[in-house]
């Protein structure tokens, strides 16, 4: 069956414009999580989505929003970009969330200039 | 709160095992994983083991957990230059709705 997949997979934005990231998830997988990958910080959580619901939330500010959609596929979105907000962003979905393993797409690169 | 440490090199020679470290400080930890990452790429699961097992073995992989210490490990037997890559621990709660992420260790495996 088909992967996760992440689209766009790479993206140039100026500061201060505002970005939506889409992942579709493995069919059937109802959860999906989001993570914002750079070299000084790893891998950080950013929110969590189940059934059109957001579960929870990691540590960003609000201009990091996300929402999830009744065939599953979600998007995120940032808005009034910083340089800072350059980063891999990950998505992950899993059947059913806390009991499942975690399956990755390649991945959105967002070059802020 | 949550935390997943790990050792951010290591270097093996083709041939030799590979021994991955990781530490949690969750104890309500109930799946541990490991991932690996290629460059450009997103991430792979490797394999996973719940809390309540010690070790798991699938194929070059071991998989060794000490629940009493927080301690994972990850061996990797007859490390091959393919197996050069980013591996990351990872940990889940149950009822938890979000998986935290160790920085990662880059293996680097000379020919």
């Known amino acids: 069956k088909a992967g996760v997949t992440q689209t766009p997979r790479y993206l140039i934005k100026t500061r201060g414009q505002q970005v939506t990231l889409s992942c579709s998830p493995i069919?059937?997988?109802?959860?999906v999580s989001w993570y914002q990958q750079t070299p000084g910080q790893g891998l950080q959580f950013l929110f969590e989505y189940f059934s059109e619901t957001q579960r929870n939330k990691g540590n960003f500010p609000g201009r990091f929003s996300g929402r999830q959609f009744s065939n599953s596929r979600s998007e995120m979105n940032v808005s009034t970009l910083e340089l800072g907000d350059s980063a891999l962003y990950l998505c992950?979905?899993?059947?059913?969330?806390?009991?499942?393993?975690?399956?990755f797409g390649q991945g959105t690169r967002l070059t802020v200039v | 709160g949550e935390d997943v440490e790990q050792s951010l090199f290591l270097s093996v020679r083709e041939g030799d095992s590979s021994v991955i470290n990781c530490t949690y400080t969750d104890s309500s930890s109930t799946y541990l994983y490991w991932y690996k990452q290629e460059p450009g790429a997103g991430l792979q699961l490797l394999t996973y083991?719940?809390?309540?097992?010690d070790m798991k073995q699938d194929q070059r992989l071991t998989v060794l957990l000490n629940k009493k210490d927080k301690h994972l490990s990850l061996r990797i037997a007859d490390t091959q230059t393919g197996d050069s890559a980013i591996y990351f621990c990872?940990?889940?709660?149950?009822?938890?709705?979000?998986?935290?992420f160790g920085a990662g260790t880059r293996l680097f495996v000379k020919a």
């Open positions: 083991i719940f809390s309540n097992m």
């Open positions: 069919s059937g997988h109802r959860s």
């Open positions: 990872a940990e889940r709660s149950t009822g938890g709705f979000k998986t935290i």
């Open positions: 992950a979905s899993s059947l059913a969330g806390s009991r499942t393993e975690a399956f």
